[in-house]
């Protein structure tokens, strides 16, 4: 008897929602910070956070505001800073890889930030 073979892929995902930019936090000698362009044109997919991830933050003093499913990026860290073309930062809390969507692509689980950094204009 032959056995079926799943021939479902994974979904082709899109990142129509928005667009953001990827900052890396500069920490200079005299204490003030400023933020760092790492990408600066970067689209992304809102996607829902989910109750478990919500209570999870709540539980180590985090609330994560949003979730954006941005392309695959390597260099992206929970020490860096993302901001919307509203101008809006966001501390990335944690970033995750999906295996089930195409292309490549991470979560960023992400917090408002409640007083902006500088930020450096090349």
């Known amino acids: 008897m032959l056995k079926k073979i799943n021939s479902r892929s994974p979904p082709m995902q899109t990142f129509n929602d928005g667009v953001l930019a990827i900052y890396a936090i500069e920490r200079h000698p005299d204490g003030s910070e400023t933020l760092t362009p790492k990408h600066e044109l970067l689209r992304y997919d809102e996607r829902t956070v989910g109750i478990g991830r919500y209570y999870r933050a709540k539980h ?17 860290s929970t020490q860096d800073v993302a901001v919307a ?13 999906p295996k089930e969507a195409t292309p490549a692509c ?12 500088d930020i450096e204009r090349a």
């Open 106 to 117: 991470c979560d960023l689980s992400v917090e408002r930030v409640t007083q902006n950094y």
């Open 85 to 97: 073309t509203d101008g809006q930062q966001y501390n990335i809390r944690q970033v995750q890889y």
């Open 60 to 76: 180590e003093n985090a609330e994560i505001t949003r979730v954006l499913r941005v392309p695959r990026h390597n260099d992206i």
